[in-house]
C-alpha cells in the first residue's frame, strides 16, 4: 500500500471551454467548488436575513455577528473612511473562511491549497490598493514610500526598502494562506494512510492504529481552528493594507 498525499490538490478537468496550442480554458474541480462556496456563502446571507425580527433566531444572529466583526475590523484598521471596503474584506473573508472549512469534510477540494488561488485573491487587495490609492490621492500615493523626517542620505535606501516591503505583501498574503492549509491537509492524509494500514494487520494493529487515529482527531480540531484563524489574518491584513490606500502619508 502507497500514500500519496498530493494527489489530493490534483486538478481534473471536466469541461474543455478553449483549446488552442498554448492555452487551455478548462472547468475544472476546483472551478466547481469556487462556485459551491460562493453559493453556499449566498443562500446562507440570504436565508439568515430574509426575516431581519427584532429578535434574531440562530442564522440571523451568525450573519449580523459576521457583519459587525469584520465592520469592527474595517474600522479599527482603517477608520470610518475604510468602510468603502467593508464588501470587500467581508467577501474576501466568507470566502475564506467557507472554502477552508469545506475542505476539512473527506472527499471535497480545498481551493485555498493552491497557490493560483490565494495568488489571485492577494494580487485583487495589492491591485486594488494601488487603483485607489492614485485615483483617490494622484501620485501624492507614492508618499507611501517615502518616510517622512528622514535625512536626505538615508532617504534613497528607505525608499528601496520601503517599495520592496510593499511588494513583498501580496507574496507573504498569498503563501501564508497557501502553506497552512497545504501543510495541514498532508498531515491529515499521512496519518490517515497510517491507520488504515496498521488497522489492515490484524488485531494487534488496531492497538497500533489508536494513537495515530487520536492524533487525526487533534489535527482536524488544529485545521478547523487553523482555517478560521487563516480567514481571520487574511481580512486583517486586507484592512491595514487598504488603510495604506486610504492615508498614504507616514
Not at 484598521?77 to 472549512?101: D, K, R
Not at 480545498?110 to 490598493?129: F, K, Q, R, W
Not at 501624492?140 to 520592496?164: A, K, Q, T, Y
Not at 513583498?168 to 496519518?191: D, W
Amino acid at each position: 500500500m502507497t500514500v500519496d498525499p498530493i494527489h489530493q490538490f490534483e486538478i481534473k478537468r471536466y469541461v474543455d471551454l478553449l483549446n488552442l496550442s498554448s492555452v487551455q480554458f478548462s472547468f475544472t474541480n476546483a472551478a466547481v467548488f469556487m462556485f459551491g462556496i460562493v453559493a453556499i456563502i449566498f443562500f446562507f446571507l440570504t436565508y439568515a436575513t430574509r426575516g431581519r425580527t427584532l429578535v434574531p433566531g440562530r442564522a440571523q444572529s451568525a450573519a449580523e455577528m459576521s457583519y459587525e466583526f469584520i465592520a469592527k475590523m474595517v474600522r479599527d484598521s482603517a477608520g470610518n473612511q475604510g468602510m468603502v471596503f467593508f464588501p470587500l474584506v467581508f467577501s474576501l473573508f466568507m470566502f475564506v473562511l467557507v472554502a477552508n472549512v469545506v475542505g476539512l469534510i473527506p472527499y471535497t477540494f480545498t481551493v485555498t491549497a493552491h497557490l493560483i488561488v490565494t495568488a489571485a485573491l492577494a494580487l485583487l487587495v495589492i491591485g486594488t490598493v494601488i487603483i485607489y490609492g492614485f485615483v483617490k490621492h494622484g501620485t501624492h500615493f507614492l508618499h507611501l514610500f517615502v518616510p517622512s523626517g528622514v535625512p536626505g542620505f538615508l532617504l534613497p535606501f528607505l525608499v528601496v526598502i520601503e517599495v520592496v516591503s510593499f511588494l513583498s505583501r501580496p507574496i507573504s498574503l498569498s503563501l501564508r494562506l497557501f502553506a497552512n492549509m497545504l501543510a495541514g491537509h498532508i498531515a491529515l492524509k499521512v496519518f490517515a494512510f497510517f491507520v488504515v494500514g496498521l488497522a489492515s494487520a490484524g488485531v494487534a494493529g488496531w492497538f497500533g492504529a489508536t494513537l495515530p487515529f487520536l492524533m487525526i482527531v487533534a489535527l482536524t480540531a488544529l485545521e478547523l481552528l487553523v482555517a478560521v484563524l487563516q480567514a481571520y489574518v487574511f481580512a486583517v491584513l486586507t484592512s491595514i493594507y487598504l488603510n495604506d490606500a486610504i492615508h498614504p502619508g507616514h
